[in-house]
């Protein structure tokens, strides 16, 4: 990464402090999702960001991947995950905080795993471990609270306009004795009090650009054309195109991935219906190791 890069990143962190403190405040029970995600991607721009992707808001047994579409009407409820993402040109923060909405203390044991499990995760970190010596941390924590972590739900590298890139950080004990290198990672414990796995369930309406080829209809080859300038390789959500472009280019949407020119990921649901809390934050590995969201 080059200096301008890194300031890019540590800005983007900078930002996600301010929006996680915001996000704390209006998070409440039975406010709809639609208004939580939308005054979360608000303040980003208001602050000078914009959204890395859209707000995730996945509860109970949803572990990610949860966006309210443009006339969603679920309320806020159960054990909440806030997931965020913040860039600036292309450098991204990502960062996560769950929440017990029904006043349980189940609940409230699974956040603390998640969250003692990150805790420990960065200080191995700080301490330049193997990533296999990280992902055992991470179960360990999560074992000695009497949960499960999500084995197939990983921390993973960031890099300009890439969410996903290079290393994934697994969650769990491995044997892999590499150690991070300079870049820009993201690691998120999840606790569950299920199986401690996913599967992959409806569609979310969070899609990415997957291939730029050609499309006959006007009105799709419009909005790729948008989503290729605005969003780039980066996941954005139907809610957003409908605010650009109405409700017809939900259509076009369907048609852009038909035709393969965008992936759409599926909600990611506990496999036996756990519950499920996440923890997250954003991270550069230089001389040092700096949180950016924390
Ligand atoms: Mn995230
Ligand atoms: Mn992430």
Known sequence: MTPKEKQNALKAGEIAKKVKEYARTIVKKDIPLLEIAEKIEKKIVEL???PAFPTNLSINEIAAHYTPSYNDETLASGLLKVDM?????????DFTFSVDLENSAENKKLIEASEKALKNALE??????????????????????KFSPIVNLTGHEMNEYELHSGLTILNTENDNPEKLKEGLYAIEPFATNGNGKIYEGKPSGIYALADDKNIRSNDARNVLDFIAEEYKTLP????WIVKKFGIKSLFALKQLEENGNLHQYPQLIEISKGKVAQ????????????????
């Open 236 to 239: 954005f959500c139907s809610r």
């Open 279 to 294: 923890s997250e934050d954003t991270f550069l590995v230089d001389d040092k190791i700096i949180v950016t969201s924390e």
């Open 85 to 93: 993402g913040v860039h600036i040109n292309g450098w991204i923060a």
């Open 48 to 50: 000078g960001g914009k």
């Open 124 to 145: 191995k970190i700080k301490q330049k471990n193997s990533l296999g010596e990280i992902g055992r941390t991470i179960q360990e924590t999560i074992e000695s609270c």
